[in-house]
């Protein structure tokens, strides 16, 4: 086939990588306060450039800065929103096994974009990519609602949701305008919630604290289409679906059927990265909502939550498999998630990680013909 010249390309990844130990050491010594600020931000420059051109070796077309200016893949971004603050909870967010997640976000004024969250981080990455594209990755904007829900909307500032939703959908428009501005031509919203919708388990917890469920996909949904609408025609906007992804835990489990034609057909994003390396995400029969054309799915088969390497033939099983429901040249193949999506990282090794990116390139040349 011939090569993809937008992205995501036919080897991908999520975004987020493990932290180097030297990374790890200085956040340390910053906590502690034996390293300044400006001494840190040494410490991660020289780290992501050494991830890009780790990428780059292996032969990825697009490269990030593996988040290691964050703790969380979510939080260091939405909680400097114009009107949003990160707070210690008393009932913190629970994975299964009882790792717990140690913060959570409110809103305590009106939600916009004011501060350039990250615009001068994608700068430093586009800065430093020689034969990749920097691939931006961002919360998508359900994650200020889904776990607190009315709760955590300060009812002076929003009486009612509609005018909250409003507000965050034209602060997520701001963002993507200021990313677009600064040349980011790959940009990508990590949306767990929608796929969060498809358990039956936590749309009773919703429904238990009071938060109405009917029509939250066509919000979110809605929030995600007014963020990006007025993109630049060669901006390439992708979506990442998880079930939860913090240290080798999950959230939810369940298939993508229940927002398959919603996810697929009504959100204007060019493509999506798709938990698909456990049972917990269900069968491939939601691609066949999939419109037939320029859209893409990357299949997220390998995992980022163990070091066991997988094997190319049972990739390729699977791939043809899903090519059944979609064409197989609006496929591509990528880790189901990031493997740090917060510091703390998933349990693998460093060593396990790039050998499972550089997995996805080589099933890909062999697959498609090229990445």
Known sequence: MTPRTRPPFRADHVGSLLRPIALREARTARAAGTLDAAGLRAVEDRCIEAAIAKQEAIGLRAATDGEYRRAYWHYDFVSRLEGAELYVPETKVEFKGGVQLGHKLRVN??????????????????????????????????????????????????????????DLA??????????????????????????????????????????????????????????????????????????????????????????????????????????WDSDRAGGFEPLRFVPRGNKLVVLGLVTSKTGALESKDELKRRLDEASKYVPLEQLALSPQCGFASTEEG??????????????????AREVWGAV
């Open 346 to 363: 998933n349990l693998l090794t460093e060593d396990e990680q790039w050998r499972k990116l550089e997995l996805c390139v080589e099933v």
């Open 170 to 275: 034209e602060a997520y428009r701001g963002a993507v305008q200021s990313f677009a501005a600064a040349g980011c031509r790959y940009l990508q919203l990590d949306e767990v919630n929608i796929a969060y919708l498809c358990d039956p388990e936590q749309i009773a917890g919703l429904k238990q604290r009071g938060d109405y469920v009917e029509g939250l996909l066509d919000i979110y949904a809605g929030m995600i289409n007014r963020a990006i609408d007025g993109r630049p025609a060669d901006m390439a906007v992708s979506m990442h679906l998880c079930r939860g992804n913090f240290r080798s835990t999950f959230v939810a489990k369940g298939g993508y059927e229940p927002v398959a034609e919603v996810l697929f057909n009504q959100i204007n994003v060019d493509a999506y990265f798709m938990e």
């Open 109 to 166: 004024g009106r939600i916009a974009w004011k501060d350039p969250v990250f615009v001068d981080d994608y700068r430093f990455v586009a800065g430093h990519t020689r034969t990749a594209i920097a691939k931006q990755t961002i919360p998508a904007p359900s994650v200020l609602h889904f776990r607190g829900g009315r709760d955590s909307i300060d009812p002076a500032i929003y009486p009612t949701l509609e005018p909250f939703f409003a």
